[in-house]
């Protein structure tokens, strides 16, 4: 008997928050995607914890902000400390210039609960004890075999998005590998509570010459810790409660009074990508994708990211308003910011190691001094508030306008800016405005910025002109200063990837 054959436009493999965030674009988009996961239920653990102001900006423009900040600890600072827990370097999320000066910390488990929850309102539910068995890719089709507890079905996706983690099988039929490096050193993870007199709202990082740990506050007094794990235990059994604050007191320096630990486990820190994360029709998540050090906290955040790009982008060319070529875009997107989260991530690594090791040979640990600067450009880093895709096919520019934010990089009054479409916002007149609208009709939005009081300089348009901000919330285009030319070079950059109306003449 023939396995029987589904065709699902979009199929998701893997349930983490790259999966689900996607799959709740796609929904919001107009697209209903089929997600199966191997598991054959939700997980409880902790895994990654904060979401940065970036992603929150996401979290937002998805219409899911308020069960993340409602529930979830806002950590406002991070700090790196030295022996007798003294201040070294500190990052304050407070003053960035977005609407989330901080970060939401809460469990993964929760965070998926909530993605999972608004999924099953749409009517979209995890399909849970469902296995990929193989992915075979023809000129035509994919044909993707699932086995659900022994019984065998084959679908056949117009689009694969392997969000299925670090060992997943999409990279492996891609023929992918995760290039890079392991970090030395084996770490253990835990979620505890701790009798530290810690600051509120703030991660820290103690160092010490035998290592480091880090303490990331939790709701209901509780504590995401990572420590250093003795390169001379060789157990395979996590440690017990009582090992585990024996081994964080001894990085410290001090008493942590870790008590009521509820999950811990040991793993390994990587720094490692995809050469290319997609194909035309397989896309590759998150840790499917690339793995960063967790010191940074970037590995959940460019997760969210991977989906955000992704979801947009295949929603409109399912529609058929936009040409397949759209998607070679997101390898090329999501591969620069991606690396761009990776160095973030390496460099606190980095930073941390230092710091052990000027301990470790008795002497005071300390960085070069920073000014103020450097000190708001790496809470930006930190925040993944400076992303940018310039250099993308889906990125231009008519003019020589040359303000901040540049083209590729994120609006900052994006949220200002709802619903699935493309907005054009016009400062000052612009010529062609009427068969802009009629040539692209439901596709962008035309948005007078004087009007709608949208400031000039925060589109980096500070002598007038007309800025494209994507589905995203990113600065596809700018004509500055705006003429025929100029919007007749906007309306190409439109026509290289979006379906015109029918009919419709080009500027």
């Known amino acids: 008997m023939r396995d029987p054959v589904?065709?699902?436009?979009?199929?998701?493999?893997?349930?983490?928050?790259?999966?689900?965030?996607?799959?709740?674009?796609?929904?919001r988009y107009g697209v209903k995607p089929r997600v199966v996961e191997r598991r054959l239920e939700p997980h409880h653990e902790t895994r990654g914890t904060a979401l940065q102001p970036a992603v929150l900006e996401l979290i937002d423009r998805a219409g899911l902000i308020e069960p993340f900040v409602d529930g979830a600890v806002h950590i406002?600072?991070?700090?790196?400390?030295?022996?007798?827990?003294?201040?070294?370097?500190?990052?304050?999320?407070?003053?960035?210039?977005?609407?989330?000066?901080?970060?939401?910390?809460?469990?993964?488990?929760?965070?998926?609960?909530?993605?999972?929850?608004?999924?099953?309102?749409?009517?979209?539910?995890?399909?849970?004890?469902?296995?990929?068995?193989?992915?075979?890719?023809?000129?035509?089709?994919?044909?993707?075999?699932?086995?659900?507890?022994?019984?065998?079905?084959?679908?056949?996706?117009?689009?694969?998005?392997?969000?299925?983690?670090?060992?997943?099988?999409?990279?492996?039929?891609?023929?992918?590998?995760?290039?890079?490096?392991?970090?030395?050193?084996?770490?253990?993870?835990?979620?505890?509570?701790l009798g530290l007199g810690l600051p509120p709202e703030t991660t820290c990082i103690p160092v010490g010459a035998t290592g480091f740990a880090l303490f990331g506050p939790l709701p209901e007094s509780r504590w995401l810790i990572f420590v250093n794990r003795d390169l001379s235990d060789a157990r395979a059994d996590p440690p017990t409660e009582a090992e585990l604050g024996a081994m964080i007191n001894a990085r410290i320096g001090a008493d942590a009074g870790l008590s009521d630990l509820r999950w811990v486990s040991y793993f390994k820190m990587h720094r490692r990508e995809a050469e290319s994360l997609g194909d035309g029709r397989r896309f590759l998540?998150?840790?499917?994708?690339?793995?960063?050090?967790?010191?940074?906290?970037?590995?959940?955040?460019?997760?969210?990211?991977?989906?955000?790009?992704?979801?947009?982008?295949?929603?409109?060319?399912?529609?058929?308003?936009?040409?397949?070529?759209?998607?070679?875009?997101?390898?090329?997107?999501?591969?620069?910011?991606?690396?761009?989260?990776?160095?973030?991530?390496?460099?606190?690594?980095?930073?941390?190691?230092?710091?052990?090791?000027?301990?470790?040979?008795?002497?005071?640990?300390?960085?070069?001094?920073?000014?103020?600067?450097?000190?708001?450009?790496?809470?930006?880093?930190?925040?993944m508030?400076?992303?940018?895709?310039?250099?993308?096919?889906?990125?231009?520019?008519?003019g020589g306008g040359a303000g901040s934010p540049a083209p590729g990089e994120r609006f900052p009054a994006n949220l200002r800016l709802r619903g699935e479409s493309h907005h054009l916002i016009v400062f000052g007149e612009a010529p062609g405005l009427k068969a802009m609208r009629a040539r692209w009709d439901g596709l962008v939005k035309i948005a007078d910025a004087s009007a709608e009081g949208f400031d000039p300089a925060e589109a980096g348009a500070p002598e007038g002109g007309a800025v494209l901000v994507r589905p995203d919330g990113f600065i596809g285009f700018r004509a500055a200063p705006v003429s025929e030319a100029a919007m007749a070079a906007l309306d190409a950059h439109l026509a290289s990837y979006l379906i015109p109306v029918a009919g419709a003449p080009a500027l």
Not at 15 to 25: D, I, Q, T, V, W
Not at 161 to 190: I, K, P, W
Not at 317 to 338: C, F, N, P, T
């Open 6 to 27: 589904s065709k699902p436009s979009v199929l998701i493999v893997g349930s983490g928050p790259a999966g689900l965030f996607a799959a709740c674009e796609l929904v």
């Open 385 to 398: 508030l400076d992303i940018s895709y310039a250099g993308s096919p889906l990125v231009g520019q008519a």
């Open 76 to 193: 406002k600072h991070a700090q790196i400390l030295g022996p007798g827990m003294r201040e070294l370097v500190s990052v304050d999320f407070a003053e960035l210039g977005c609407r989330y000066g901080f970060q939401c910390s809460q469990p993964q488990w929760r965070t998926e609960q909530i993605l999972r929850d608004h999924l099953k309102s749409r009517g979209v539910e995890v399909e849970y004890g469902v296995e990929v068995a193989a992915i075979d890719a023809d000129p035509e089709t994919l044909h993707v075999t699932l086995d659900a507890g022994g019984r065998t079905e084959v679908a056949e996706p117009r689009y694969l998005l392997g969000a299925d983690g670090a060992h997943g099988v999409t990279r492996h039929s891609m023929h992918e590998h995760l290039a890079g490096e392991t970090y030395t050193g084996e770490y253990v993870v835990a979620d505890a509570r």
């Open 285 to 383: 998540l998150g840790d499917a994708g690339h793995m960063s050090s967790p010191l940074g906290g970037e590995g959940i955040n460019a997760a969210f990211m991977d989906a955000a790009d992704i979801a947009w982008k295949l929603a409109l060319v399912i529609r058929g308003e936009a040409r397949a070529s759209l998607l070679d875009s997101y390898a090329i997107e999501r591969g620069m910011a991606d690396a761009h989260a990776l160095d973030v991530s390496n460099d606190i690594h980095a930073n941390v190691v230092k710091l052990v090791g000027m301990c470790a040979a008795g002497g005071t640990p300390s960085l070069p001094a920073s000014t103020a600067d450097e000190i708001a450009a790496a809470s930006r880093r930190r925040s």
